[in-house]
Structures are given as C-alpha cells and as structure tokens.
C-alpha cells in the first residue's frame, strides 16, 4: 500500500523515519564496518566474537550485547569508530525519491523525526543536502542513545519530555529492527517500498 494510503486509512501525527535505506541509502563498505567492530569487541570479549561469527548474528546484535555487558566506555569506543568510519569511508547515496517528495509535501501535515543508527555528520550532510534537515522535529543518531533498535533507547530520546498517544505514532523503516523496535515500543511500523536514485 502507498504510504499515503496507508495514512488515509489509519490517522497519525507523529511520523519516525529511519535513515539509512528508507530515505537515502548511503554508500557504505559494511565489511570495513563489521571487522571494525570484530576488533574493538575482541579487545573486551573474544568469546562474545566467536559467539558473533559462530552464530552468525547481525553487527548490531553484537555491539548491543557488547554494551550490554561493558556499559559505557565500550559504547563510546564504538561511537568514535562509527564516526570516523562513516567519515572516511561514504563514497555517495541514492536517494528514495517517494519517501523525500512525502516529507517535502507533508512535514506541515505531521511531527516528523529521525531515529537512525547513523551518526549525525552524515545525516545532517544529507538532509542539508536534499533540504530537509529543517523539516524534522528532533533527529536522534546513534551518538545519541546507548542500545540501538530492536531496543528502544533511541524512542525515549526523541519522545524524553513527553511521549504522545502511541496510536498517532508511526514508525517508518526499511528493515527488521526496524519493525522490532516499533513492536518494542508499541506503535505501527510502515516497511518503505525501494524507489532509490
Ligand atoms: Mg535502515
């Protein structure tokens, strides 16, 4: 179904966007990302590594289970190499065009925000970009929050002084943790249709 179909029949005003492959999908070498991560984690845990590889889990589980373990210095040795990889290492990104046309056409219409696994400098170059870095209401990165999706630290960032009727929330997304975290936090999950260019 259209999104906007889909919002005809099912009235929100709350609208969280993820970033990476719902509104542009950047050009990123994951495997550079993955053994990154491989190595900060063995530097703490090489059981939880082996456990990563044997299990084939996705990055993201093994950096949550990581800081679930380690707290916060291990959090933030994480967030400085996402930095630096996401600097040095985005070659370019297409873009949704349905996705960016509906948030240009309706960010009167609803509160938009971001909840993204990426790090600020990236998104802000983007949306900067394409114009729409004025049309969201908070756009909270992955220095913001410690657990990322499925888990719903990123959520209560965006929503820390109050969090409105959840059924006027939802939760826009191109992936599984995605979906996950929307069910984590109880509100509707729309997946994106794939119209990048
Ligand atoms: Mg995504």
Redesign the pocket.
Known sequence: MKLENYLLKNKKKHIIF?????IVKLYLDWDVFRSGIKRITSNYDRELVEKYEKEKLRGIDLMNLGIQKYGKKYWEKLIDFTLEFEKKNLSGESVNREIVKFILENSERYKMYIW??NTLPTIENSLRRMELFERFERIVTREMYSLAKPYTDGFEVIFHDEVPDKSKILMI???GS?EKAAQNCRIDFYKVGYDFE
Not at 18 to 22: G, K, V
Request: avoid cysteine; charge should be negative; glycine fraction near 10%.
């Open positions: 993820d970033f990476d492959e719902t993204s696994s997304g191109d992936s995605d």
